[in-house]
């Protein structure tokens, strides 16, 4: 059972498009919802992250919404650009416990020029 | 952000074999780390949850005589493959978790038994 589901599974978007990257969750218990780049052969590196009691959070060209009735969350990345070529996880953080991360199965984005 | 270092990045070994991979929190005390597996295109699975001084915790499906690991200090902890076999071939990530709860990721370990 995956209790992260990621959409899509890749994209395409031409440089200065605003690619979105939407993940649901069914675990009310989840407390943390990061969004993490990975670019090939390289570890995940922490992107930006919001707590459910928060309805949009900017980091930059960066931007998560998140809509807790819903229990889904979303990526979106302004003026994007070659460099964020990547492949991009969501993942939800369980509020006890060892506060492990549950992943998305991940979206590769590419941005052409 | 924190830092995490893994080492090494890269490591052939030989069928049979046994390998260490580290995994070093450099400027903060990480009392969890976590230890993935990534196949080619997929998603990180998550192999097991180390607590310092004590023993890991292994998902299911995991085998804890081939993946043992080692949480001995608050910077430190280590992955050892038993008896690589080609099958064990894969990407590695290690992931250390500040007095905050947040996770940070060393660069990964391709590991190639051959």
């Known amino acids: 059972q995956q209790q992260v589901k990621q959409s899509p599974q890749s994209l395409i978007v031409q440089k200065g498009g605003i690619p979105i990257i939407n993940c649901a969750y069914e675990?009310?218990?989840?407390?943390?919802f990061p969004w993490y780049q990975q670019f090939p052969g390289k570890g995940p590196a922490l992107l930006i992250a919001i707590r459910p009691d928060v309805s949009e959070k900017k980091e930059g060209r960066f931007t998560i919404s998140f809509n807790k009735s819903a229990k889904q969350f979303s990526l979106h990345i302004m003026d994007s650009q070659p460099g964020d070529s990547a492949t991009y996880f969501c993942?939800?953080?369980?509020?006890?416990?060892?506060?492990?991360?549950?992943f998305g199965k991940g979206t590769k984005l590419s941005v052409i020029p | 952000g924190a830092v995490v270092s893994q080492h090494p990045s890269r490591v052939i070994c030989k069928s049979g074999t046994s390998v260490k991979i580290e995994c070093r929190s450099l400027d903060f005390q990480a009392t969890t780390m976590f230890w993935y597996r990534q196949f080619p295109k997929q998603s990180l699975m998550l192999m097991a949850t180390s607590n310092e001084g004590s023993k890991a915790t292994y998902e299911q499906g995991v085998e804890k005589d081939k993946f043992l690991i080692n949480h001995a200090s608050l910077t430190l902890s280590t992955l050892t493959v038993t008896s690589a076999h080609p099958e064990d071939s894969s990407f590695y990530i290690c992931?250390?978790?500040?007095?905050?709860?947040?996770?940070?990721f060393g660069q990964g370990t391709r590991l190639t038994v051959v």
């Open positions: 993942a939800a953080r369980s509020g006890a416990g060892s506060y492990q991360l549950t």
């Open positions: 992931s250390a978790r500040d007095r905050w709860l947040l996770a940070f």
């Open positions: 675990n009310t218990a989840f407390d943390y």
